[in-house]
């Protein structure tokens, strides 16, 4: 993405009534990619935590807390993926099982490491994944 | 809040690097109020749906979810009031204890109704807290 | 199945270390497409329950744990897609992504039915994913 | 609390025919302070555990079932405060707000330490609220 | 249990410092049967209430919140029975394998119901596993 | 297993609608020993590679899954001893209890080390448990 794109991007979303959230008309509800990002910022502060630690315990509960946060990156990718988006989007954006395949394997991976540049490419896949998902709101 | 605080607060939001999200300094981690508002959203989004549907099924599924979804609102209140708040927002903000109060009793509320004025009220509470946590962070 | 084939099939039960499962060498553990079966199996049978019965508070609750059941295929569809398969396994079976994609639709379209036949179609996606994953362990 | 009022309050509760429990009787069902108090008290048990301990798998064991439990604590404090307590309790005990906050943020503080202090205050401030609960069972 | 019992068992209680809970010496932790049984009391709670309303959607909640208020029942007194008791108890009480499997057979049953006496036959057998719980405290 | 049996097996598996599971008519649905042996092989596996590795973080987040997978172990045999036998069952197995006593109770002591025949034992507890449970199928 250029940075003139994300310029227009950035622009859009503050020009539009954009809520934080999108309202879905169909059974399945109300869906957001906020909600994983918001695990996925959780995911590297406790990476970042753990890291500026000296506290053996302190430590421990970072792993396990990381664990939960990245369980729950998980998740909401998942519902995303199989909830929100029908065979129209796919063919739309046809790396779309690539995109969410990659961001779910990325949040496991997250829980293996205290690399905070694996939380960034993590929060980085929900990015794209949060542009395709706008994208179909137009 | 006057029409041009509001003003000046959108616009804050537009200029600002704000993100989606906050970013808690603190080892409590993240927050932001969105994850309570998607949550009763998705609990205004069950009662309408519930409203319009004539199929009993239909309507047992849609009163199951919302009793979850409303859960999770609660939860995500609960979390705000007792981890990000501290005893100075409450100085700041003296009404803080019932704002929580209300809005988590809304919730329960919206448990027991598909009445959708309940629905619009916890949104509008979850706004006034949205305005007080974002008041904290500037 | 023959009756031969079943009195082979209880003679390994009766003699063997006879595994149901598959056990996994890589960091992230077990693996068996038989949880998600087994989840969707309990999806078939609250169908046929409810359909077979005339009490609305029965049908209330076979309503209530199919939506469980359910979700739980999708919880075991969704790690074996993501954690269980590798780039490598996508190579082979290309329409690994779709198989997925579809059964967890299948799984999210059993909640909001008693049609046996949609707990038919779920049960025979997870065989063909079930036939990828044994595939894949030669 | 005088030590009369204790004694008087221990026979109180000794002659009626107080259950362990309070039945509530609006919708919301059954409430009692012991739930929280018994979460409670595994906490403490997980500090002093961990501090007689020297074997590091063990501590991660204890840290870990201690942030689960001192989690329930808050879970049925949070559910007594806006569930339980109505208005008119508010107006009789208008410190309620603040003993509920400061008795959830003292359970997060147990997590972050294995100061047994800090499980005793968790203690007495459940008391406290037990104390509040039991006067609006009268 | 004679009248006689009973009355030296509740002057048991009383004199003693007898706490609502139990403080588990072993790594298991903190149990007591309250647990089980306030559960119990909001399933029999849940009943009383489905069978005084006449609102098709609270009976589908009532329903809802019983199956869930049943299962914490069993996974309560399934603690007990694993966690807490040991061989020495059953030689003292040959009969604690049958009092633990027909009270988590009677949490099954009570879903299925809205009989208050499934509820009454709940609470009772609490009471015999909760009898047996002190005797071995002592 | 000779690799005769492994062929039969195979060819079994491909040949056949080959269930893994156990169908129950009763309203309880569906059961499978195969589920609580799963997660017990993967309490195994845990076991394994914590004392494979010599990575403190890994070790902490084996500890920590090992720890949930027997929770799974647990509760699937609870589950079964509850809801799937029943008196006659008893009759004929007379020893039924204590199979389940004792392997939840091994499930229990496996989160407590990392001594691979701890799992050993439970996997061989799960395998009498599946003998007796087939056996009442037939």
Redesign the interface.
């Known amino acids: 993405m250029t940075l003139f794109d994300t310029s227009l991007r950035l622009l859009d979303r ?1 020009r539009a009534p954009r809520p ?2 999108a ?2 008309d169909l ?4 869906y ?1 990619p ?2 994983a ?3 996925a ?2 995911v590297k ?2 990476m970042e ?1 753990y890291n500026a630690s000296n506290d053996a ?5 970072a ?3 990381k ?1 939960q946060r990245a369980d729950l990156v ?1 998740q909401h990718l ?1 519902i995303l ?3 929100y988006f029908k065979p129209e989007h796919l063919t739309a954006f046809p790396h779309l ?2 995109l969410f ?1 990659k961001a ?2 990325t949040a ?1 991976e997250a ?2 490491t ?1 690399d905070v540049t694996v939380a960034d490419r993590l929060l980085s896949e929900i990015a794209d994944i949060d542009e395709v998902f706008w994208a179909t709101k137009k």
């Open positions: 503050v934080v959230h309202h879905c059974p399945c509800g109300v957001d906020a909600q990002r918001l695990e910022q959780s502060a406790c935590k315990d302190f430590k421990v509960r792993t396990m807390i664990e998980k998942w993926w199989t909830d099982h690539e395949w779910t394997k496991g829980k293996k205290n």
